[in-house]
């Protein structure tokens, strides 16, 4: 089960694409699992998934991380910056460095 982040904006990377951020549990019920970007419009890339943490983190960690995201990674009123938001994640310790494209739809 996911976890979206904020549906009413757009987690925009630098290449101009805007994706959801969901975390997606490892199990239901478990505060495990991994931090990602999801493109949900319907648009040509619809589905393609990139990996903001590595796989097995703690939620709460994850929320710890992006605390205030709202001000810190905002560049619109409806856009934030993706960029800003993985580097928080490294920051933490949480990421795994690369971004990677997990699966596409």
């Known amino acids: 089960m996911d976890i979206d982040y904020?549906?009413?904006?757009d987690f925009v990377d630098?290449?101009?694409?805007?994706?959801?951020?969901?975390?997606?549990?490892?199990?239901?019920?478990?505060?495990?699992?991994?931090?990602?970007?999801?493109?949900?419009?319907?648009?040509?890339?619809?589905?393609?998934?990139?990996?903001i943490s590595r796989p097995g983190v703690n939620f709460h960690d994850v929320v710890a991380a992006l605390a205030g995201w709202h001000?810190?990674?905002?560049?619109?009123?409806?856009?934030?910056?993706?960029p800003a938001i993985r580097r928080r994640v490294l920051d933490a310790g949480l990421g795994s460095g690369e971004w990677d494209i997990m699966d596409q739809a």
């Open 14 to 51: 630098s290449d101009g694409r805007p994706y959801q951020l969901r975390f997606r549990r490892d199990a239901d019920l478990v505060d495990s699992g991994q931090l990602i970007a999801v493109i949900a419009k319907s648009r040509p890339d619809k589905g393609l998934t990139r990996a």
């Open 6 to 9: 904020a549906l009413a904006f």
């Open 71 to 82: 001000s810190w990674a905002r560049l619109t009123d409806n856009t934030i910056d993706l």
